[in-house]
């Protein structure tokens, strides 16, 4: 297969790698190319974190880290360079204050949020679990915030700056290059990088390979939740919970190599990501401040913190973070009533998102409801 992307991107990536189907109810043929990076992908998962965690985790963190940040760094400053990217810049820098009232973009901005700094995962928890008990979690927390924003807005650059010389090389508005993050991910981006006045094989070598890195040390963390999870609660063996899961993970997952498989993986992600995430942000919320009581957990981080928090931490964890995740989810589920997401048909949303996400929602109480198999001592 040529896997060149020609003169019309969205041709090639939709159609001939794709395969796309008319909607997710044609599921169509399995794509061999997907199917084996699907497979590749779920290989290097079980292999890194069948390891465990310092031969596993913590080397592949050490190694893909600084080759993201390296990576970005590369296509930032490269990309400034482009012609029209000045006016790239401009409107990646300008503000759109008016978008602000718009509730939807209150629900986007916190479902990425938590994903990127993988809240609602367990991945913050199962990672602290490895930390001494001691740590500095004020310090942490802030860290890994900064960072997790700098770096966010930083990769930035090079997205708007690459547009922004697609524009001005092809003529068109900002705005209708911009297409949705698969597009502009796989079609836009592509297609600036091939109008490149030198060395484009290299700059699209740089940039699928930070989007691979980026994606890799992501599903890593993920798997990683859950495993250490299941090796707690059942005392399972690592190399058996990881095997397990990365068999089953492949399985359920073959049908996104179909045809009709960006249909499938865009509806679960929306249930999943901006519904499931909130969801469980709410009541981690609630558990925190008001099972478990807020302002225990501020002694005990205060305690073993250089930097203390003030009561401000109690009210937003019990009633501003709990509160408008709860206003806006509620708000996004009566627009997604009158108006599926998407222009996808009622069944579908059914079928395909909603029970999906009611699913991995059971599947995960009942899990939690299991008696713990040994006892963890808290100091």
Request: proline fraction near 3%.
């Amino acid at each position: 297969m040529n896997l060149a992307w020609g003169d019309d991107p969205n041709d090639f990536f939709f159609k001939k790698f794709l395969g796309l189907t008319s909607g997710p109810q044609e599921i169509g043929n399995i794509r061999s190319s997907i199917l084996f990076s699907l497979a590749l992908v779920w290989f290097l998962n079980w292999f890194i974190v069948f390891r465990g965690i310092e031969k596993g985790i913590e080397r592949a963190n050490k190694i893909f880290m600084p080759l993201l940040f390296f990576l970005t760094a590369i296509l930032v400053f490269w990309s400034l360079r482009l012609p029209g990217a000045l006016e790239g810049i401009k409107i990646y820098l300008k503000p759109d204050f008016s978008a602000l009232a718009r509730p939807g973009v209150w629900v986007d901005a916190f479902s990425q949020i938590f994903f990127t700094l993988s809240l609602g995962f367990g991945i913050m928890i199962a990672y602290a679990s490895y930390l001494p008990r001691k740590s500095d979690i004020v310090h942490n927390a802030y860290t890994i915030s900064f960072l997790n924003c700098f770096y966010s807005f930083f990769a930035g650059f090079a997205v708007f700056s690459t547009i922004g010389y697609m524009a001005h090389h092809t003529g068109a508005k900002f705005q209708e290059v911009i297409r949705e993050s698969i597009g502009l991910a796989f079609v836009a981006y592509p297609k600036s990088i091939s109008l490149l006045p030198f060395l484009p094989q290299l700059f699209g070598i740089l940039f699928f390979t930070t989007l691979f890195v980026a994606g890799l040390s992501s599903s890593i963390s993920i798997i990683e939740a859950f495993t250490s999870a299941v090796m707690d609660k059942f005392s399972w063996e690592r190399e058996n919970v990881v095997t397990v899961l990365s068999i089953l993970g492949f399985s359920g997952s073959i049908i996104f190599a179909t045809g009709g498989g960006l249909y499938w993986i865009d509806i679960v992600d929306h249930f999943l990501s901006h519904y499931g995430l909130v969801m469980v942000g709410i009541l981690e919320a609630v558990a925190v401040a008001w099972i478990y009581k807020a302002h225990r957990v501020r002694d005990h981080i205060n305690h073993i913190s250089v930097l203390n928090i003030g009561r401000w931490w109690d009210i937003s964890v019990r009633y501003v973070v709990p509160g408008v995740l709860l206003l806006l989810l509620v708000n996004d589920i009566v627009h997604e009533v009158s108006h599926p997401y998407g222009g996808y048909s009622w069944i579908t949303i059914i079928l395909v998102g909603r029970d999906w996400l009611i699913y991995t929602l059971f599947a995960a109480f009942i899990v939690a409801m299991r008696p713990w198999k040994k006892t963890l001592h808290i100091e």
